[in-house]
Nanobody
Framework: VQLVESGGGLVQAGDSLRLSCAAS????????MGWFRQAPGKEREFVGA????????YYADSVKGRFTISRDNAKNTVYLQMNSLKPEDTAVYYC????????????????WGQGTQVTVSS
């Protein structure tokens, strides 16, 4: 399984950004795809996830209402649409894959992308 993130960059507070995670090498219909982020000096944290088969989404409270996760089955790609970005959203964002139907703890995610940097200036 390979996961490749893209779409990161430098934006201003209030702007939007969409991250992509292209997945290959697996049958992702059986997977939960998660987004995590790690800010400098902080532990990696859960941002949200999507059950690939039915499209049910889950979000951390800190991003609920601002971020949206979706998937494109034909392209084997998962997206993280980030709106109303804040400086505290600055982090390296990672896509990860976990076999199962619902998101579990971080240790359940066996496959990880390389990460993409998102920087939000005030």
């Amino acid at each position: 399984v390979q996961l490749v993130e893209s779409g990161g960059g430098l934006v201003q507070a209030g702007d939007s950004l969409r991250l992509s995670c292209a997945a290959s090498g697996g049958t992702f219909i059986r997977y939960v795809m998660g987004w995590f982020r790690q800010a400098p000096g902080k532990e990696r944290e859960f941002v949200g996830a999507i059950n690939w088969s039915v499209g049910r989404t889950y979000y951390a409270d800190s991003v609920k209402g601002r971020f949206t996760i979706s998937r494109d089955n034909a392209k084997n790609t998962v997206y993280l649409q980030m709106n109303s970005l804040k400086p505290e959203d600055t982090a390296v964002y990672y896509c990860a894959a976990s076999e199962g139907l619902v998101p579990g703890p971080e240790r359940d995610y066996a496959y990880w992308g390389q990460g993409t940097q998102v920087t939000v200036s005030s």
